[in-house]
């Protein structure tokens, strides 16, 4: 059962435009909403996260919306460079020993 | 140095063989996971160990059997390999027990032919 749901699949963006992933899950019991970023041949890495208790994070070009009510949040690359082009998962996690739930991953191109 | 190395980077073997899969972190994290991802991207956790304890078994097949020996190492067996196991794997580490805070390893792909 999927619990964490990931859109679009895929993305085109040209240089210098905003890049929005969007994510929604059920489980109300889930405290801690990172993003993780995964070039080709490499294993995921923590881009950023988020807990409920705020709305909004930044950091450098990328901005994590969080609406608590809605169970929604989204990813947004603002200015996006060809070297952002990579796969971004959207993931959720709750309790102890971090079982992380993954979404199903978006992957970004950015073109010249 | 390599936070969270892997080692074969690629296993390529025939149906019904059996195939070990070594990890190692160098973070002192107390955590380590086994992660699977399919064709399709999707990453879909399978062990967690805390502490060399078995933490989380999320219904996977007998088949795969994780050892730690320290909480330094995670390593993943596989016996009686089928074509569907063939996937890449992520072995993981975390500092906190209440994060989703992971560091992942480069992957082995694993390929059965």
């Known amino acids: 059962q999927q619990q964490v749901k990931q859109s679009p699949q895929s993305l085109i963006v040209q240089k210098g435009g905003i890049s929005i992933i969007n994510c929604a899950y059920e489980?109300?019991?889930?405290?801690?909403f990172p993003w993780y970023q995964q070039f080709p041949g490499k294993g995921p890495a923590l881009l950023i996260a988020?807990?409920?208790?705020?709305s909004e994070k930044k950091e450098g070009r990328f901005t994590i919306s969080f609406n608590k009510s809605a169970k929604q949040f989204s990813l947004h690359i603002m200015d996006s460079q060809p070297g952002d082009s990579a796969t971004y998962f959207c993931?959720?996690?709750?309790?102890?020993?971090?079982?992380?739930?993954f979404g199903t991953g978006t992957k970004l191109q950015v073109i010249p | 140095d390599t936070a969270v190395s892997q080692t074969p980077k690629y296993l390529v073997t025939q149906m019904g063989n059996d195939k070990s899969i070594k990890c190692e972190q160098n973070?002192?994290?107390?955590?380590m996971y086994w992660y699977k991802q399919d064709s399709k991207k999707f990453l879909k956790i399978m062990f967690s160990?805390?502490?060399?304890?078995?933490?989380i078994n999320e219904t996977v097949p007998n088949r795969f059997s994780p050892k730690s020996p320290d909480k330094a190492h995670l390593n993943l067996h596989i016996n009686s390999l089928e074509l569907g196991d063939s996937a890449v794997y992520f072995c993981?580490?975390?500092?906190?027990?209440?994060?989703?805070?992971?560091?992942f390893g480069e992957g082995s792909r694993l390929t059965v032919l």
């Open positions: 993931a959720a996690t709750s309790g102890g020993y971090q079982k992380v739930t």
């Open positions: 993981a580490s975390s500092p906190y027990v209440d994060t989703g805070e992971l560091f």
């Open positions: 988020i807990r409920p208790d705020v």
């Open positions: 973070l002192g994290h107390d955590t």
């Open positions: 160990y805390n502490n060399k304890e078995l933490i």
């Open positions: 489980n109300t019991a889930f405290d801690y």
